[in-house]
């Protein structure tokens, strides 16, 4: 799938469209440089997994827990940590959440391993707005982007 995403709105709502098909165990992997729109998709998976509250970049802090009330989604940016520090983070826990599903942004950088099955986004800047790519790599996944159509 590959749309062209004009404004922060338009991140948002693909982000919306795409956070309504999350269910527990769904893994959502955000690639793209810096500014590219992670945060923004993420704020929008959130809502549309059922989220309310406000939705704030987690750098600092790694990880924030945004509760629906069905499924609670994780947001992760490892952006700071480093090289093979990913087994102190606490991400397996994350992953084996029954009421969780996982959005991690930089998730190259640590150097750890990701499900197989897992919505891969890739943000990129463009003439007027931003582009975005999303892969399926399972059937979970698969049905994240089914659902979407
Ligand atoms: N489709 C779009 N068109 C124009 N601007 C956008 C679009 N989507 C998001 N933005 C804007 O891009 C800026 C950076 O977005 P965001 O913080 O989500 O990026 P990021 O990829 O998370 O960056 P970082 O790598 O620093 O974490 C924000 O000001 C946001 O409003
Ligand atoms: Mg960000």
């Known amino acids: 799938m590959r749309l062209t995403l004009t404004s922060e709105a338009e991140t948002i709502a693909l982000g919306e469209r795409l956070g309504r098909g999350l269910r527990p165990g769904a893994v959502v992997l955000l690639r793209g440089e810096l500014g590219a729109g992670k945060t923004t998709l993420a704020r929008g998976l959130a809502r549309g997994a059922g989220y309310k509250g406000r939705v704030s970049s987690p750098t600092f802090a790694l990880a924030h827990a945004y509760r ?42 640590a150097g750890g391993t990701w499900p197989k099955d897992r919505l891969e986004v890739t943000l990129s800047h463009a003439a007027g707005g931003r582009r975005a790519a999303a892969k399926a790599t399972g059937p979970a996944s698969r049905k994240i982007l089914e659902s979407f159509r």
């Open 68 to 109: 629906g009330k069905s499924l609670t989604v994780h947001h992760l940016d490892l952006y700071r940590v480093a090289r093979g520090r990913d087994s102190e983070l606490g991400l397996d826990e994350l992953l084996a959440d029954p009421r969780g599903a996982v959005v991690v942004e930089w998730p190259d950088a």
